[in-house]
T-cell receptor, first 112, second 114 residues
Framework: TQLLEQSPQFLSIQEGENLTVYCNSSSVFSSLQWYRQEPGEGPVLLVTVVTGGEVKKLKRLTFQFGDARKDSSLHITAAQPGDTGLYLCAGAGAGNNRKLIWGLGTSLAVNP | EAGVAQSPRYKIIEKRQSVAFWCNPISGHATLYWYQQILGQGPKLLIQFQNNGVVDDSQLPKDRFSAERLKGVDSTLKIQPAKLEDSAVYLC????????????FGSGTRLTVV
């Protein structure tokens, strides 16, 4: 059974601080997606990484896919209160109808 | 483009009652998913449709949950009878055929069973 472990589970920081969220598995994924979910809303796709070692930047967010395609990280620089939310990673397995395997999420609170 | 539409947004029912949720995916998205999300946790897949056919319903509690996607467009998820542990947010998502494109989620229906 494929599992995705996210850490930390909870994170509370002050505005302006940097942080990194990790997503780890013993399984290889064909791609990995990061979502952010705000209270009362569905998850919103932030990025998809496909190639081992790939780095993608989205403003202050930097996403990295591990060389072996088993892990990923999300780094936020100079966090702002608007970054508050639940960050979810989801990995796609092999095959044509690939089901996403979801992590349990990292709940981030950025305090002003 | 219009997003994934879900209704209702909120529903409170008593245990053993029935409830139904509706989802209209993004036009042209062949794949539709229903997820259950407990507060603060990641989504759990209940059922996946490819057009109007079921691809994966391995985690759907079939004794009480049912879903259909007639004509391969909108979909309904039903719970009958509801239990207290069914209290959760029910999310609908759709995607193009290739999962690499990511999912687009609706805002969900928050169900409270009392």
């Amino acid at each position: 059974t494929q599992l995705l472990e996210q850490s930390p589970q909870f994170l509370s920081i002050q505005e302006g601080e940097n942080l990194t969220v990790y997503c780890n598995s013993s399984s290889v994924f064909s791609s990995l997606q990061w979502y952010r979910q705000e209270p009362g809303e569905g998850p919103v796709l932030l990025v998809t990484v496909v190639t081992g070692g790939e780095v993608k930047k989205l403003k202050r967010l930097t996403f990295q896919f591990g060389d072996a395609r088993k892990d990923s990280s999300l780094h936020i620089t100079a966090a702002q209160p608007g970054d508050t939310g639940l960050y979810l990673c989801a990995g796609a397995g092999a095959g044509n109808n690939r089901k996403l395997i979801w992590g349990l999420g990292t709940s981030l609170a950025v305090n002003p | 483009e219009a997003g994934v539409a879900q209704s209702p947004r909120y529903k409170i029912i008593e245990k053993r009652q029935s409830v139904a949720f509706w989802c209209n995916p993004i036009s042209g998205h062949a794949t539709l998913y229903w997820y259950q999300q407990i507060l603060g946790q990641g989504p759990k897949l209940l059922i996946q449709f490819q057009n109007n056919g079921v691809v994966d319903d391995s985690q759907l509690p079939k004794d009480r949950f049912s879903a259909e996607r007639l004509k391969g467009v909108d979909s309904t998820l039903k719970i009958q009878p509801a239990k207290l542990e069914d209290s959760a947010v029910y999310l609908c998502a759709s995607s193009p055929h290739q999962v690499h494109h990511g999912y687009t989620f609706g805002s969900g229906t928050r169900l409270t069973v009392v």
